[in-house]
């Protein structure tokens, strides 16, 4: 049972990485890249990386909620501080899933202050993670 919640906490994390270091990626990596570009190219390119990027942000929700699921039921008794730090933290956590899948989607001209909104999100969401250590 040990090594079963040490793989999904292990899962967890690394779906968490994938979701908002791709959308640091994209954001301030590869938005400021293609904007040399010409406009319909730019347009193209970056619809190309949000439909190449979907499966990839859709599978890591599934596996970050249903291994956040397991962590929480397989997990020790919580304190009310404990609650109160995790409600936020889903609450930023649903933010990111929400905006990201909006931000995936074909021609978005709000596609950077959204992925801008999804990496200060997750941020927050490591550093909340971090504070439930020790709660």
Same mark, same amino acid.
């Given at each position: ?12 994390? &690394? ?86 899948? &909006? ?24 550093? &909340? ?7």
């Amino acid at each position: 049972m040990e090594l079963l919640r040490i793989l999904m906490m292990a899962l967890h994390i &690394l779906c968490a990485a994938i979701l908002v270091g791709g959308a640091l990626a994209w954001r301030f990596g590869s938005t400021p890249g293609i904007q040399l570009l010409e406009a319909e190219t730019r347009r193209k390119v970056d619809n190309a990386i949000a439909a190449a990027w979907r499966p990839a942000v859709l599978t890591a929700i599934v596996a970050i909620l249903l291994t956040g699921i397991f962590n929480l039921v397989t997990g020790g008794p919580r304190t009310p501080r404990f609650h109160m730090v995790f409600g936020i933290k889903m609450l930023l956590a649903l933010h990111v899933f929400a905006v990201t899948v &909006l931000a995936t989607r074909a021609d978005n001209p709000r596609r950077a202050r959204q992925l801008t909104g999804v990496v200060i999100s997750g941020v927050v969401i490591v550093i &909340l993670s971090v504070v439930l250590r020790w709660v």
